[in-house]
């Protein structure tokens, strides 16, 4: 299986462990602190799923956007509870306004790790800030897959590779993916 010979290029997204049907693949803590995938070769039924969700294998083309934008908070106290202007909150609360829900990394303090989670409440204090450290997605892409099934709108906030992994993996015709990188 190619995608357990990627440890120098894995950048440990999930999309692998979101996509296979036997649950086999398990994202594992390497002594470093990185998340890998670990394949369950008993329960694998090699359909390779894995391989084509993969941005490290599957190399899509690359997209050229042609506008890009940027914003700036105009409530003070919030751009200043932020990072990057303070963008993200209001994304997250026209989002939330709208029956949305937001996914971004928050600390888990029990546990001492940086987990994502999602909130569909205006408070959004716990996804404030740049962690600067890889969280863990749990079942994140397939929560994300969910609620755009459902209908609702969704806000992804992580890392541009976490961003990578889902775009592959979701499924959107109706276009009601958000995604910050």
């Known amino acids: 299986m190619k995608i357990e010979n990627l440890q120098n290029?894995?950048?440990?997204?999930?999309a692998c462990k979101?996509?296979?049907?036997t649950q086999c693949i398990t994202m594992e803590l390497?002594?470093?602190?990185?998340?890998?995938?670990?394949?369950?070769?008993?329960?694998c039924i090699e359909c390779r799923l894995c391989e084509k969700v993969c941005h490290c294998i599957t190399k899509k083309e690359t997209i050229t956007h042609k506008k890009s934008y940027y914003g700036w908070n105009k409530d003070t106290e919030k751009r200043l509870k932020s990072t990057s202007g303070g963008a993200f909150i209001a994304l997250a609360e026209m989002v939330i306004s709208k029956g949305g829900l937001v996914f971004g990394a928050a600390f888990d303090n029990e546990k001492r790790e940086l987990i994502h989670t999602s909130t569909d409440h205006v408070?959004?204090?716990?996804?404030?800030?740049?962690?600067?450290?890889?969280?863990n997605l749990l079942n994140v892409f397939t929560e994300v897959q969910e609620s755009i099934n459902e209908g609702r709108t969704v806000l992804f906030c992580g890392t541009p590779c976490?961003?990578?992994g889902l775009r592959r993996f979701i499924k959107d015709p109706q276009s009601l993916l958000l995604i910050c990188d």
Do not use: R, W
């Not at 290029?9 to 999930?14: D, F, P, R």
């Not at 390497?30 to 329960?43: A, K, R």
């Not at 408070?123 to 969280?135: G, I, Q, R, T, W």
């Open 18 to 21: 979101s996509i296979c049907p």
């Open 30 to 43: 390497d002594s470093e602190g990185f998340y890998y995938p670990n394949i369950n070769h008993d329960n």
């Open 162 to 164: 976490q961003a990578s």
């Open 9 to 14: 290029q894995c950048t440990g997204c999930s």
């Open 123 to 135: 408070e959004l204090e716990k996804l404030l800030k740049s962690k600067y450290v890889e969280s």
